[in-house]
Nanobody, 115 residues
Framework: QVQLVESGGGLVQPGGSLRLSCAAS????????MGWYRQAPGKQRELVAG???????NYVDSVKGRFTISRDNAKNTVYLEMNSLKPEDTAVYYC?????????WGKGTLVTVSS
């Protein structure tokens, strides 16, 4: 059985930092493309950052220079380091694992940026 478990969400003030983690099990983690998505109330889910099996990364324009995605294949874990957080970053953040026709999702972790 496949499981993706996110952690690290919480309440942070504007300008603050937070690191999200996603621990995967039940997959050959190293061959999967991993991604972080987010969804705010009333908005569509969007890709925030992705990292493929070769370590190549991509980001949505709104987080470039502020967020960093990374992976540790030995720990089957992908991370999202979030800096200079803004209120508009408030959302439920989801972890996704993809390999060809196979997609798996975590249940999400809530990030709230507010003073």
């Amino acid at each position: 059985q496949v499981q993706l478990v996110e952690s690290g969400g919480g309440l942070v003030q504007p300008g603050g930092s937070l690191r999200l983690s996603c621990a995967a099990s039940g997959i050959r983690f190293s061959i999967y493309t991993m991604g972080w998505y987010r969804q705010a109330p009333g908005k569509q889910r969007e890709l925030v950052a992705g990292i493929d099996s070769d370590g190549r990364t991509n980001y949505v324009d709104s987080v470039k220079g502020r967020f960093t995605i990374s992976r540790d294949n030995a720990k089957n874990t992908v991370y999202l380091e979030m800096n200079s957080l803004k209120p508009e970053d408030t959302a439920v953040y989801y972890c996704k694992a993809s390999w060809y026709a196979r997609d798996y999702w975590g249940k999400g972790t809530l990030v709230t940026v507010s003073s």
